[in-house]
C-alpha cells in the first residue's frame, strides 16, 4: 500500500480534524499525517498500511454507558471488555454504539473516529496498554487517513482516564 501526497499546504486529515489539531497546537503531527488510497478503516488495515504493529494502533471506540456515549481508546491488537467499562464509569449497563450514536456524537464515520476533535464533549477512556509504545496511530477523521502521536500526548489531548479495561486473555 502507498501513501497519497498532498499539495503543499494541505492536510491528508478530515478538515474539521485538521482544525483540531492546529488548535491544539499539533501542526508538526498533523504534518506527519499519512493518507492511503486504501481504507485503514480497520486497525489490521491500519497496521498493514502503516507496517507497523497491530498494538500500535490506537482504536477509537464509542459505547453507550446507559445511553450516554462514551469513547474507550485501545489498542489494536485488544478488545475491550465492556464488563470493566461498566464498572469503570459505576453503570448500569454497557453497549457498542450504532452508527449513527458514533456520528452524532463525534461528527465521524465508524472507521474513521479519531481519539479528539469531536462534535460533542464525550467521557474519554484511554486502556493502559497504548503507554507502552513511544509512538502510535490513530484515525485522522477518515478511514483513508491517519496520524502517528506519543500516547501520553494523545491521552492529555484527548482528556482521557487512563483505565484498564482491556479484556484479558487466558
Not at 493518507?35 to 500500535?56: K, S
Not at 483513508?144 to 506519543?150: G, M
Request: charged share 25%; glycine share 8%; aromatic share 4%.
Amino acid at each position: 500500500m502507498t501513501t497519497t501526497a498532498t499539495a503543499a499546504g494541505e492536510s491528508a486529515a478530515n478538515p474539521r480534524f485538521a482544525e483540531a489539531m492546529r488548535a491544539l497546537g499539533l501542526d508538526d503531527v498533523l504534518a506527519r499525517t499519512r493518507r492511503f488510497p486504501e481504507a485503514t478503516r480497520t486497525a489490521a488495515e491500519a497496521a498493514e498500511a502503516i507496517g507497523c504493529g497491530l498494538n500500535q494502533i490506537c482504536k477509537s471506540l464509542v459505547f453507550a454507558a446507559d445511553g450516554v456515549p462514551v469513547l474507550v481508546l485501545m489498542d489494536g491488537a485488544s478488545r475491550v471488555d465492556l464488563e470493566r467499562v461498566r464498572e469503570q464509569l459505576g453503570a448500569g449497563k454497557v453497549t457498542r454504539a450504532d452508527a449513527g450514536v458514533v456520528r452524532d456524537t463525534t461528527g465521524y464515520a465508524i472507521g474513521g473516529v479519531p481519539p479528539f476533535g469531536h462534535r460533542t464533549r464525550t467521557r474519554v477512556l484511554a486502556d493502559r496498554s497504548l503507554l507502552v509504545h513511544a509512538e502510535v496511530w490513530a484515525a485522522a477523521g477518515t478511514p483513508h487517513a491517519v496520524f502517528p502521536i506519543e500516547p501520553r500526548a494523545l491521552v492529555s489531548h484527548a482528556g482521557a482516564e487512563l483505565v484498564d479495561v482491556r479484556e484479558q486473555t487466558a
